[in-house]
T-cell receptor, first 109, second 117 residues
Framework: GQNIDQPTEMTATEGAIVQINCTYQTSGFNGLFWYQQHAGEAPTFLSY??LDGLEEKGRFSSFLSRSKGYSYLLLKELQMKDSASYLCAVRDSNYQLIWGAGTKLIIKP | GAVVSQHPSWVICKSGTSVKIECRSL??????MFWYRQFPKQSLMLMATSNEGSKATYEQGVEKDKFLINHASLTLSTLTVTSAHPEDSSFYICSASDRGTGNSPLHFGNGTRLTVT
């Protein structure tokens, strides 16, 4: 079956750096997405990786290793507003999006 | 960037009534839209895939006669919750991608919070 694993919850300190990992086993691979979802709101798109390596976008970076079925989202200079759930999703060979359960990130002052 | 508009943002209805939720792609054509449901503190659950001009594809366990989906144009899909009951109270979110731009991400509407009393 298809599966995406990410930690349920993480805690970090304001101003620090945090890395949220995601591992996947899917039927084929057509890209990996990271979304941010604040409580009570819809997800918003953060990043997309289809080739191995690091994609940087401001304070957020996302890394992909297809051979290891692994990705991480790196958040730098954490701000209180970064407290949210972070969702990892993989597009499989049928172009279906397989979703992880999300990682709740708690930022402490 | 691609924008998806969802309406209404929240609705309260009485048990037994029907509620229609609209999802529009504002600046791109979407041959496929997706309808998700999310209960508090739980992950997104795909309910159905809405295909323009054809029948929707429902996920296992989702009643197609209860959750009616119509995708009559390339920019509009609607979800109607028929004979709503309190257990249907949830956060419903639609999404679509702009297939015209290759491997584009899924963009979400702002969601509809449904409360059935």
């Amino acid at each position: 079956g298809q599966n995406i694993d990410q930690p349920t919850e993480m805690t970090a300190t304001e101003g620090a750096i945090v890395q949220i990992n995601c591992t996947y086993q899917t039927s084929g691979f057509n890209g990996l997405f990271w979304y941010q979802q604040h409580a009570g709101e819809a997800p918003t798109f953060l990043s997309y990786n289809v080739l191995d390596g690091l994609e940087e976008k401001g304070r957020f970076s996302s890394f992909l290793s297809r051979s290891k079925g692994y990705s991480y989202l790196l958040l730098k200079e954490l701000q209180m507003k970064d407290s949210a759930s972070y969702l990892c999703a993989v597009r499989d060979s049928n172009y279906q999006l397989i979703w992880g359960a999300g990682t709740k990130l708690i930022i402490k002052p | 960037g691609a924008v998806v508009s969802q309406h209404p943002s929240w609705v309260i209805c009485k048990s037994g009534t029907s509620v229609k939720i609209e999802c529009r792609s504002l600046d791109f054509q979407a041959t496929t839209m997706f309808w998700y449901r999310q209960f508090p503190k739980q992950s997104l659950m795909l309910m159905a895939t809405s295909n323009e001009g054809s029948k929707a594809t429902y996920e296992q366990g989702v009643e197609k006669d209860k959750f009616l989906i119509n995708h009559a144009s390339l920019t509009l899909s609607t979800l109607t919750v028929t004979s709503a009951h309190p257990e249907d109270s949830s956060f419903y979110i639609c999404s679509a991608s702009d297939r015209g731009t290759g491997n584009s991400p899924l963009h979400f509407g702002n969601g509809t919070r449904l409360t059935v009393t």
